[in-house]
T-cell receptor, first 114, second 111 residues
């Protein structure tokens, strides 16, 4: 069965500095991987997805993630943090051969300091 | 541009009461999902419906029932609410097998 580990429960950065949110996954098959963002009292919004095409995936709001099979990682990055990036971020893995079974990581809360 | 609409947004129940959470999507998606979100645990799948007329259990189905009323609507019912079901509930819909669109959630407290 697949699983997701988000290595940091909370990350704090200063506005204008780079963001790195770490995600490692475990999967028996070729996984699809996603990053979602959740702002307070809101639903989840898809940031980007990896589905076995290019390993470097670009998403909305300047975020990108790189799929590294050898490291079983799918870390989310952004060159320069903005105050509006403060939110909860979830890494999600799905195995195409496992039906509709999506596993969410526990989430990383990103704080952006002025 | 509504997307996925959940009602109600907030609800307080007493232990043993029943209620139904409503979800509707206007994107003509075949698949719909119910998740619960608890602190530090991400989202966990309760039930899903791959298409109209079908439903399947997810990771945490105990204490819940669902109905896929038509292609647009997917409801979640708590027959006898328990404090352990205090949570934030999210409905999602997608085309094919990938969940892409979430509602804003229902915050449910059970006393």
């Amino acid at each position: 069965a697949q699983s997701v580990t988000q290595l940091d429960s909370h990350v704090s950065v200063s506005e204008g500095t780079p963001v790195l949110l770490r995600c490692n996954y475990s999967s028996s098959y070729s996984p699809s991987l996603f990053w979602y963002v959740q702002h307070p009292n809101k639903g989840l919004q898809l940031l980007l997805k990896y589905t076995s095409a290019a390993t470097l995936v670009k998403g909305i709001n300047g975020f990108e993630a790189e799929f590294k099979k050898s490291e079983t990682s799918f870390h989310l990055t952004k060159p320069s943090a903005h105050m509006s990036d403060a939110a909860e971020y979830f890494c999600v893995v799905s195995e195409e051969n496992y039906g509709q079974n999506f596993v969410f990581g526990p989430g990383t809360r990103l704080s952006v300091l002025p | 541009n509504a997307g996925v609409t959940q009602t109600p947004k907030f609800q307080v129940l007493k232990t043993g009461q029943s209620m139904t959470l409503q979800c509707a999507q206007d994107m003509n998606h075949n698949s719909m999902y119910w998740y619960r979100q608890d602190p530090g645990m991400g989202l966990r799948l309760i039930y899903y419906s791959a298409s109209e007329g079908t439903t399947d259990k997810g990771e945490v189905p105990n204490g819940y029932n669902v109905s896929r009323l038509n292609k647009r609507e997917f409801s979640l019912r708590l027959e006898s609410a328990a404090p352990s079901q205090t949570s934030v509930y999210f409905c999602a819909s997608s085309e094919k097998v990938q969940p892409q669109h979430f509602g804003d959630g229902t915050r449910l407290s059970i006393l």
